[in-house]
């Protein structure tokens, strides 16, 4: 499959790699530990009036890498630090960086051109040398915030675009994800490797990613598109996404509200007539909380047999479903302490990585597989045309190249959850509150008209901002 001078020049060829894909052999948790600092403590500052030195620092740093090859992370991070810190016009171009990056790939014969050095590259590295292009639940959170920077400059039909964006590209990730999939069994058969044997090495991921159907359909996004739309008025849209939100969580009480409101709004005659709807000279306040970070992923060492008899070990990513951290509630109350309702959660994101984890095991395996048999030839070849000491270097290379590809959105939440609540107009004063952190917020409500309040809690800190539609 190769001779030794191939696998030199690879060797080459992914050193080259290495100064522009900082995640070859420098594990990206590693590195994300900073992104999810620089949220943490500048929240503390911003209280002071001034930006935090972190931030600062880390947004430079990850502005530096738009040019690396897994720049579409980087910017998905720099997106999102940006908008909790309230710089919208800057998150807004992180993120236009990444979708414009999203619809390169799309193109698919470009795609394959420009990334078959760095898969080749990969059969003697580790997958960190193929650029990074985002999983499917991260596209979508993608226009999910993208929507929320419009929101934030009040430009509503911009936000309106990027909803509807969501829509579409949660259809478009399902024909993918089959078609993908298809070509990782056509590949296996091709080279002789039973998946289904080595998928047992993570079975026990399955009761985690068995909570949901796929890892793209993101009942949190489908609410805050139905609610952007009922606010604007677009009700035909707003029932249609509630009613995608429901179907991803049947049990919801307040979906089932949200439906029969618009429904009623629409005409139609419902049973549920707790529809949760504001009354004369009241506005609407809808809570979006965002709770956690969601979990990095670990390695597995997964002993793997080579064609000859011989065994060569490679490492996966994999999620330690048993390590979980909880999710709290949030809790809203009025002055006088009446208690306005606790946020639902509408989604897990940790769920949706490990079913993005567990989707793409076909694919990974095959080129781990593939990735084993490489490494293994090398040896041989060195072994060969160097002696004892060529054989030597070879293993001591293959112990120090393989690494698990554990590349994510780091500074996405644990869970995010939604609360919908009715208040008279005038300012009005709310404290919410988990278990162990709160803030108030005072909110100007206006008659017949929504504000979103949107709450992030992290290291029990929360940050806070208000959107007036």
């Not at 795609?111 to 985002?134: C, F, H, Q, R, W």
């Not at 949030?330 to 949706?352: H, K, M, P, T, Y």
Request: net charge negative; proline share 3%; with cysteine.
């Amino acid at each position: 499959m190769f001779n030794f001078r191939t696998l030199i020049l690879l060797l080459f060829l992914s050193a080259l790699g290495g100064c522009a894909t900082s995640s070859l052999f420098n594990p990206y948790p590693s590195q994300a530990h900073s992104f999810k600092q620089a949220i943490v403590s500048n929240n503390v500052a911003s209280s002071n009036g001034e930006p935090s030195s972190i931030m600062l620092d880390v947004l430079a740093d990850l502005d530096e890498k738009r040019e690396s090859d897994d720049a579409m992370l980087y910017m998905m991070e720099r997106g999102r630090i940006n908008q909790l810190n309230g710089a919208f016009s800057e998150s807004k171009r992180d993120f236009e960086f990444v979708i414009a990056g999203f619809e390169a790939q799309d193109l698919a014969a470009r795609i394959e051109a420009s990334t078959s050095i760095a898969k080749a590259a990969s059969l003697v590295t580790n997958d960190n040398a193929i650029p990074y292009k985002g999983a499917g639940y991260e596209r979508v959170f993608t226009h999910h915030h993208q929507a929320f920077n419009y929101l934030g400059e009040q430009d509503l039909e911009g936000a309106a675009v990027e909803f509807r964006k969501l829509a579409l590209e949660q259809r478009i990730l399902l024909e993918k994800y089959e078609n993908e999939l298809a070509e990782a069994y056509e590949s296996a058969v091709e080279n002789n490797i039973d998946i289904e044997v080595l998928s047992s090495e993570f079975s026990g991921l399955d009761t985690i990613a068995g909570k949901v159907k796929n890892s793209f359909q993101n009942a949190y996004a489908f609410y805050a598109s139905a609610a952007f739309w009922e606010a604007v008025g677009d009700l035909n849209a707003a029932w249609v996404d509630y009613k995608k939100a429901f179907e991803i969580n049947p049990d919801s009480q307040l979906l089932k509200q949200d439906i029969a409101r618009v429904a009623n709004s629409l005409g139609e005659v419902t049973q549920n007539k707790d529809t949760n709807k504001a009354a004369t000279g009241q506005g609407t306040v809808v809570v979006f909380f965002e709770e956690g970070f969601v979990p990095v992923k670990s390695e597995i060492v997964i002993p793997i047999p080579t064609f000859d008899g011989g065994i060569i070990s490679l490492a996966f990513p994999y999620y330690e479903a048993d390590t979980w951290p909880d999710s709290a509630r949030l809790r809203a109350v009025d002055e006088s302490f009446n208690d306005l309702g606790r946020s639902e959660r509408v989604v897990d994101v940790s769920v949706l990585a490990v079913k993005d984890l567990q989707e793409l095991l076909p694919q990974r395996l095959v080129r781990q597989v593939l990735r084993g048999y490489s490494k293994y030839q090398l040896q041989k070849q060195a072994a060969h045309q160097v002696g004892p000491l060529g054989q030597f270097l070879a293993n001591i290379y293959n112990i120090v190249s393989e690494s698990a590809d554990r590349r994510s959105w780091s500074t996405l939440p644990h869970t995010a959850q939604v609360m919908r609540f009715n208040l008279e107009e005038g300012l009005q004063s709310i404290k919410f509150s988990t278990r162990q952190s709160q803030a108030k917020i005072l909110l100007d409500i206006k008659a017949n008209r929504t504000t979103f309040v949107r709450i992030v809690n992290v290291n029990q800190q929360m940050i806070k901002q208000v959107y007036s539609l």
